[in-house]
């Protein structure tokens, strides 16, 4: 078994100093948290960024956020509710690309927007199980949707179409994501939106086998997934996750599994399950509240944590299945320790896995590097001129090759 290499578009990323581009375009970032604030530093540092508004409910963040980055015309700030349809549609005036960086369940509204002006669209989750359903409409338009286009969804898919592309055949898919982030004061730390992090946790989760889904309760197929060192052995359980739902069907090659699993320490699941058994995650009515917005505002704000969690995060996908008639499994890992992340991008490793490859694909399409129409999974677009832009932008993918004639390929 061979060990984990740089692989040479690494290598070679050195000399490709930025994303060529014949035009210039402006672009709507909604929702300004530490994901946002990734996705902006990088897009205000890129010429081909014409004008940057940053946009959120409270323009406090918004405000806060601008002062961090490069002074100038170019970037400014917004306040704007991702839920009202015409103020968005205002917003998007003139926008070649928005970013949709809140929640998910705004995300068909910011799409109807965005279909309404003409402006293609990217965003980090999705909240349907069929979020192409529309993809004819956009195709018809001339304009792209990228959707799930984060670290996991996003990085993930493209992780797994590199692997498959070397494949005849592919067999399984199995997307780990490992993380030993510590606090010295917090025993629960979301590291992205705590309200997506309890609701994928605590709900049922699907896994694509032998050419069907299948259910899996809460925290259920649990396993120790040895992750590449620092990282180590960590528990992971089957999480409801949009990889699950993408790949199956738009990678193809006969894959019979794809799963998803998330690390979460033992403490992390207890407070979960006592959340969820105390009843303290129920919405409730307008006209009577339930406690649910109370728990959500008494975690850490991810933007907060900057700076002061330890430890590293690590994003492993592995894609099995045959190459002339020898079954191979190729495995891909990105890593980056949230110290190393906070002193280099003032934000934590699992910020910037997560906004940087959407600031990619976001410079992608503004230069017309993405040039396909409709709503997009992030593994239809292609790795090997993506992963350069990455490492130019601190996150290295890492490859290793497993070819073994024995192989059991659903193992």
């Known amino acids: 078994m061979g060990e984990f290499i ?10 490709v100093d930025t994303i060529s581009s014949t035009t210039t375009g402006r ?73 949709q960086a809140s929640l998910p369940r705004f995300n068909l509204g910011i799409q ?23 993809s004819g409409e956009w195709s018809r338009r001339g304009l792209t949707a990228v959707v799930g286009m984060g670290e996991d969804p996003g990085l993930s898919n493209l992780m797994a179409r590199f692997g498959a592309d070397q494949l005849d055949r592919v067999d399984s898919i199995r997307v780990r994501d490992g993380d030993t982030a510590s606090h010295p004061d917090l025993p629960f730390l979301p590291l992205f939106s705590p309200e997506t992090f309890i609701e994928e946790t605590l709900h049922a ?53 794809v799963d998803f699993k998330l690390a979460l320490d033992d403490a992390t699941v207890r407070i979960l399950q006592m959340l969820r058994d105390l009843h303290l995650l129920e919405k409730g009515t307008p006209e009577a ?29 592995d894609t099995r299945g045959e190459r002339k008639g020898v079954l191979t499994s190729e495995t891909l890992c990105a890593q980056l320790s949230h110290r190393q992340a906070f002193d280099r ?29 409709g709503l997009l999974p992030p593994e239809a677009l292609d790795p090997v001129p993506f992963f350069p832009l990455l ?3 601190g996150i290295h993918v890492t490859v290793r090759e497993t070819r073994e004639r024995g192989l059991d390929p659903t193992t």
Request: some cysteine.
């Open 6 to 15: 740089i692989p040479s578009w690494v290598r070679r990323s050195a000399r």
């Open 27 to 99: 672009v709507l970032l909604l929702g300004c948290g530490a994901i946002g604030s990734v996705i902006a530093g990088h897009l205000a540092a890129d010429a081909s960024v014409k004008e940057l508004v940053l946009a959120d409910v409270d323009e406090r963040f918004a405000k806060n956020l601008l002062r961090r980055l490069p002074t100038g015309a170019r970037v400014r700030s917004l306040g704007l509710d991702a839920s009202d349809r015409s103020a968005v549609e205002r917003a998007l005036e003139g926008v070649q690309v928005v970013v």
């Open 112 to 134: 109807d927007a965005a279909l309404a002006v003409g402006a293609s669209y990217l965003d980090l989750a999705c909240e349907s199980n069929d979020p192409y359903v529309r």
């Open 205 to 257: 989760s699907r896994i694509w086998d032998g050419g069907q889904y299948r259910d899996v309760p809460p925290f259920g197929e649990g396993e120790v997934y040895d992750f590449p060192p620092p990282v180590g052995p960590q528990k992971v359980y089957s999480v409801d996750h949009e990889e699950v739902d993408s790949l199956p069907r738009f990678i193809g090659k006969g894959i019979q599994y």
């Open 289 to 317: 509240p339930g406690p649910r917005r109370a728990v959500l505002q008494a975690l850490p704000k991810p933007a907060d944590l900057t700076g002061t969690v330890d430890g590293f995060a690590c994003l492993v996908v």
């Open 345 to 373: 991008h003032h934000a934590t490793a699992t910020a910037h896995l997560t906004g940087t490859p959407a600031a990619v694909a976001v410079l992608q399409l503004l230069s017309g590097q993405i040039s396909a129409h």
């Open 391 to 393: 490492a130019q932008r």
